[in-house]
Nanobody, 123 residues
Framework: QLQLVESGGGLVQPGGSLRLSCTAA????????VAWFRQAPGKEREGVSCISSSRASKKYADSVTGRFTISRDKAKNTVYLQMNNLKPEDAAIYYC????????????????WGQGTQVTVSS
């Protein structure tokens, strides 16, 4: 299992922005598809966005399309999730996950996970 570390969460007002980062200390993240998932209290974890290792494929959940952007920086060994126009319903713990294979929002296909970063959207 690969170790992933998320950062960038915090408290933001509705309409605000945050950028989450997912890094890996001991392996090259660029070889893997990486996805972001989130879990709000009392709800199941859901896929938010993913990016393939080749960057050719990106996917977004309908609820975040047009507001969130996923990207990766090979030199920094980091995958980002830029979140704009945040809504209270975006509040959750956000996890990044990595694995070989195609970009997908189904968590069953991911074997390596980070510990999560909290995003709170409140006025």
């Amino acid at each position: 299992q690969l170790q992933l570390v998320e950062s960038g969460g915090g408290l933001v007002q509705p309409g605000g922005s945050l950028r989450l980062s997912c890094t890996a200390a001991e392996f090259t993240l660029d070889y893997f598809s990486v996805a972001w998932f989130r879990q709000a209290p009392g709800k199941e974890r859901e896929g938010v966005s993913c990016i393939s290792s080749s960057r050719a494929s990106k996917k977004y959940a309908d609820s975040v399309t047009g507001r969130f952007t996923i990207s990766r920086d090979k030199a920094k060994n980091t995958v980002y999730l830029q979140m704009n126009n945040l809504k209270p319903e975006d509040a959750a713990i956000y996890y990044c996950a990595a694995d070989y294979g195609d970009c997908t929002l189904k968590e069953i296909f991911f074997g390596s996970w980070g510990q999560g970063t909290q995003v709170t959207v409140s006025s």
